[in-house]
Structure formats: structure tokens, C-alpha cells
């Protein structure tokens, strides 16, 4: 169980849930939680069981089909409703019935809520916390208390929020939390207001919105005034701009701050989770997100890698392997001959002085052209063999390609493309058709080359993206094609540039194969 000093609260299957377009089923919620529970969580909460079946469900089956080792259950819900006893509230039974050890009420502590939300008085809303705290307590389930509006409640009536905070305190609810509901706060004036709710002796927690992009500076403010529970969600999901992204809090208290939350070797899985917690929830994950997005400690700029090269911690401020991410370098027209050399050395090559300037020269000049290496690493790296060996191997070479598009009668319209290829000492023609002309060029190729490489068979073409490229110095506009490509252990991209989408299409299609058979590690 998790040190009971310091509080990580999860609301990711709760609030992270409320994001526009996340929509999870019970197993995926399950599925989440174990995550967060194999990161060191100390509470996960797991939605508002009475108010839809499927977050009834969801403690249901966690009863039998989650086996936390770290983490505790929060069941969330509201404080009673006005004018009846929580005791006959069937939404206060539902929290009762869910079999969590732990209910976060949600209660106002804006006193202009109570009025126009609630339509009740000042007084019968403590009494609905006061009523609701102890009811459960009495229960035997620990309750959190989120005081909804807190910091907005606090400037329109300070006298009246920092009540709320004290009745139920005083009716037994362990941990206060702040909620900055609208996320409107600012770390200067969120952090005094922090102090004196603290200064109540209550136990005091923070809960952030990031309507101002401020969420985790917030959170980080509460904790030095005096917050000993934070709240947050996986990536940052959340209501609007989304929650205080708990990664990023964990991970700033732990290495900036010194506060021991999480294992250090859960700290090391924490990129791979929120990687895996994406693909729970089916969201594209941020690659700028601090700490675990891919571009986290992504280096673009020359001087940059100049640096990185005699100290990498010159240019990262912690290691990426404390929270499980790596170093990685970007080739582009921003680089220098350093960081071809390291981006080389990434990939298992040592180049000589001579061999990075002379691959500079070439990546600067096909950039200028409309070539883009930092988002087609296998084209760079066929570059850079050429750069090493003279010229890389080449498994085939083109004599010609043709591509007819043709409208049948009836109205299907088919494209078919022949290529004519050499390989292995034969001159091949192959004819392949396909629903659009760069389809039908890539079943050429494979119908052309499949039987003297087979390995061919397991690679696929996943994505293709085209992009009209503005013409330069009175140029015409010309065309970027990026294709992207898989096979059983993983993929690569591949860019051509031409005046023509066919053209710029055939070469990024024809490096896609040829580093495709490369990986096989085909001697041809
Ligand atoms: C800040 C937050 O994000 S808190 C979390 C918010 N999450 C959600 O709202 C998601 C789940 N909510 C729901 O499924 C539904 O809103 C339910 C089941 C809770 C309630 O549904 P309904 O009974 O149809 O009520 P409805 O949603 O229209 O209105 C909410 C009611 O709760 C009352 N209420 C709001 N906050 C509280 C509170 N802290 N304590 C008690 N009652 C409250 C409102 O005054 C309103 O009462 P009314 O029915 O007398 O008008
Ligand atoms: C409780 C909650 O989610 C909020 O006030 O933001």
C-alpha cells in the first residue's frame, strides 16, 4: 500500500474520462487501472458508480478482477441532495454499495453555486456535507471531500469556503481537495489561497484544471503551500483543455523535488505506460508531452548535438532514462556535422569528419529541395550508406515504370502500372493493378521482385502522405510524399520530392523496399 504522507490521486477514469471524444468501456477502465497501479499510484478513481451502469460495473468487476498492489479504490460521487437524509439518497447508496474503501464527494464551496446550482441556502449545504461525510465514515469508507469552485468560491466569499472546508473536516472527511474547477487560477494567487486553507489544520489537497495552461504549475504552487495530495490524469486528460497531467507532476515532484512517490523503477516504466494507456483509449499520444512524448528529449538544432556530444545532460535537464524515454537526434537542414555523427552512431555507424560534412551537404541541399529526413529516418539512413559505401547496395534497379489510369465502362476507374526492373542478373516486367497509381506501382514492384526476395511478403505500405510544397525562387509548387512501412518488427518511412505526386510517390515507394530488404539483411 502506498505511503500514506504524500498523496498521488489518479482521476483518470473519473474526470480524465469527462475529455471530449474519450469514451471507455468497463474493460478498458480495468485495463487503465492496472497500468496506473503498475506506475505506483497511491488512488485510482474509478468513476461515479450509481450514476451510469457502466462505472457501476466497472467497481463491480474491479472487485474481482483487479488485483491492486499499490493503488486503493475511489468511488466519486456527490454530497446528498437537498431536503433529504443520506442515508435514504440512492446516490449515496450507490457509493456505499460500491465496495470501495474510499468516496471522493464532490460538494460546493462557492456560495453563488449553492444559490443558482444547488437552488438551496448557505447552511443546508453544509448541512448536506456535513450529513453526507459522516454518514459514510460511519460506514466505514474514508471520504475525500473535492471542494468544487474552491478558488473562485474563496474570492467571492472566503468566510464561506473555507467553512465548507472546515465542516467537513470536522465531520471526518480525511483530505480536503481544492479544486480550481474552471481552471481560471494562476500559481501566485492559487498558492496564498492554499496557505490559508491549510493554515485550518485540515488536511489539504489540489485538484487542477489547465484552462490556463497552468494545471501542473498549480499543482507544484499547492504542494509548496502546503498541499499533501495531488490530484491528476494520465497525459492530461480531462473536462475542456484537460486535467494537471499526472506524469508530469509525479515526475517534477520526484526529480525536481525530492519527494519519494513512486518506485524509481516504476518511474523507468512511466514513458511505456502512458504509451500504453494511449492506446487504451485510443487518443494520438502528444509527442511534445513533457518527459514521455517521443520529441520529450529530441534534439534538432546543430549546436544542440554539438554539445550533446560531449555531455548530453548539456542539453537535457534529466536523464530520459529516469522516466523510461531515450535521447534521439533529428537530421534536417538545422543539423550539423555533429549530429549526423551521433545520429549515425545511433544507428551503428561511425562516420569519419570528412563522411558527416559530406552528408550534411547532401541532407541541406535535398531539404532545400523539399526532402524532410527528421520524419523519414530510413531514408536518411539509405543516404547515409550511400555517403559510407560509395553507393549502398542496391537490390534492384529501375530500367522504367509507366502508370495508366483508366475509367472502365460502368464507371469503376482502375489504375494499372508496369515496371521494368533488374535483379539478381534478370530483366523483370510486371504488370500490377491497384485502386490508385501508386497502388498499383507498389503490386508491381512485389509481383516483380517477390520471387527472388520473399521476404517482400512481409512488408506492408501502412500510410502515405502527401503535401504540396510551395515552389522556391520562382519554381513550381512541388509535391513531398512520405511512406510509411511495417513488417513483424516494426516500421520505417521513406520521402520522395518530384514535380510529379507519381514521381515523388516511386521514390519514396522504391527506398521503402530497398530498406525493406535491407532490414531482412538480404545478400544480394
Ligand atoms: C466538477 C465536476 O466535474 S463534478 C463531476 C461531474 N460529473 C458528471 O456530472 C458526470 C455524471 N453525472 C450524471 O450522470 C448525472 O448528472 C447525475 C446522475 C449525477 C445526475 O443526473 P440528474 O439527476 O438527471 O440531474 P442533472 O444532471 O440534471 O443535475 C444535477 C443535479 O445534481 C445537483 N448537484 C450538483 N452538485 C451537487 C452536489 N455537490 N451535491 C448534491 N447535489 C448536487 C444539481 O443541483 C442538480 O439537481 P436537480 O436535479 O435538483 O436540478
Ligand atoms: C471535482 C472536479 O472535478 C472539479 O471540481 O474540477
Not at 498523496?7 to 487503465?32: C, F, M, P, S, W
Not at 517521443?294 to 522516466?323: C, M, R, W
Not at 570528412?354 to 527528421?374: I, M
Not at 523483370?428 to 512485389?446: F, M, Q, S, W
Amino acid at each position: 500500500m502506498a505511503d500514506d504522507r504524500f498523496h498521488v490521486y489518479d482521476t483518470t477514469l473519473r474526470d480524465g474520462a469527462q475529455q471530449e471524444g474519450l469514451n471507455l468501456t468497463v474493460a478498458d477502465k480495468l485495463a487503465i487501472a492496472r497500468h496506473l497501479d503498475g506506475l505506483g499510484v497511491g488512488f485510482i478513481e474509478g468513476g461515479w458508480p450509481g450514476a451510469n451502469p457502466k462505472d457501476t460495473e466497472f467497481f463491480r468487476r474491479a472487485q474481482t478482477e483487479l488485483d491492486l498492489k499499490h493503488a486503493q479504490l475511489a468511488a466519486f460521487g456527490a454530497t446528498r441532495r437537498a431536503g433529504v437524509k443520506a442515508a435514504d439518497d440512492p446516490l449515496v447508496a450507490a457509493l456505499r454499495e460500491s465496495g470501495a474503501p474510499i468516496v471522493t464527494l464532490v460538494a460546493k464551496s462557492h456560495d453563488r453555486h449553492v444559490e443558482l446550482a444547488l437552488r438551496t441556502t448557505l447552511e443546508e449545504n453544509l448541512a448536506m456535507i456535513r450529513d453526507t461525510v459522516s454518514h459514510l465514515t460511519a460506514e466505514g469508507q474514508r471520504v475525500f471531500l473535492d471542494a468544487e469552485h474552491f478558488f473562485d468560491g474563496y474570492r467571492s466569499n472566503p468566510a464561506y469556503a473555507l467553512e465548507v472546508l472546515r465542516t467537513a473536516a470536522e465531520a471526518g472527511a480525511s483530505v480536503i481537495a481544492l479544486c480550481d474547477t474552471n481552471g481560471g487560477m494562476l500559481p501566485d494567487e492559487l498558492a496564498d489561497v492554499v496557505h490559508e486553507a491549510a493554515g485550518t489544520g485540515a488536511r489539504i489537497g489540489i485538484h487542477c484544471h489547465d484552462d490556463t495552461g497552468c494545471a501542473v504549475a498549480n499543482t507544484l504552487a499547492a504542494v509548496k503551500a502546503g498541499a499533501t495530495h495531488v490530484q491528476g490524469c494520465a497525459n492530461g486528460y480531462g473536462e475542456r483543455s484537460g486535467n494537471a497531467n499526472l506524469f508530469t507532476v509525479v515526475a517534477n515532484l520526484q526529480l525536481k523535488r525530492g519527494f519519494d512517490l513512486v518506485p524509481p523503477q516504476s518511474l523507468r516504466e512511466m514513458s511505456r505506460i502512458a504509451h500504453a494507456i494511449t492506446e487504451v483509449t485510443n487518443v494520438t499520444p502528444n509527442s511534445h508531452q513533457p518527459y514521455v512524448g517521443t520529441s520529450a528529449f529530441a534534439h534538432k538544432a546543430g549546436l544542440h548535438a554539438s554539445a550533446i556530444k560531449v555531455d548530453p545532460n548539456l542539453y537535457q535537464h534529466i536523464d530520459p532514462a529516469e522516466v523510461g524515454n531515450d535521447m534521439r537526434m533529428l537530421v534536417s537542414d538545422m543539423a550539423g556535422r555533429a549530429s549526423v555523427e551521433l545520429k549515425g552512431r545511433e544507428l551503428g555507424y561511425e562516420l569519419t569528419g570528412e563522411q558527416s560534412r559530406q552528408l550534411v551537404e547532401r541532407v541541406k541541399d535535398l531539404e532545400a529541395r523539399g526532402h524532410t529526413f527528421e520524419a523519414a529516418d530510413a531514408s536518411f539512413e539509405l543516404l547515409l550508406r550511400d555517403t559510407v559505401d560509395g553507393e549502398h547496395r542496391r537490390y534492384f534497379t529501375v530500367e522504367s515504370w509507366r502508370v495508366i489510369v483508366e475509367r472502365r465502362p460502368g464507371g469503376d476507374v482502375v489504375s494499372e502500372a508496369t515496371v521494368k526492373l533488374h535483379a539478381k542478373g534478370e530483366r523483370i516486367i510486371a504488370t500490377g493493378e491497384g485502386n490508385g497509381p501508386v497502388n498499383a506501382l507498389d503490386r508491381a514492384v512485389r509481383l516483380a521482385l517477390e520471387k527472388l526476395y520473399p521476404e517482400l511478403a512481409g512488408v506492408e505500405l501502412i500510410d502515405f502522405k502527401v503535401r504540396i510544397l510551395e515552389g522556391t525562387h520562382g519554381t513550381d509548387a512541388v509535391t513531398r510524399v512520405l511512406i510509411t512501412s511495417s513488417d513483424a518488427t516494426g516500421e520505417w518511412a521513406t520521402v520522395g520530392v518530384g514535380e510529379n505526386v507519381i514521381e515523388a510517390s516511386w521514390q519514396a515507394l522504391e527506398q521503402a523496399v530497398t530498406y525493406g530488404l535491407l532490414r531482412a539483411g538480404h545478400s544480394a
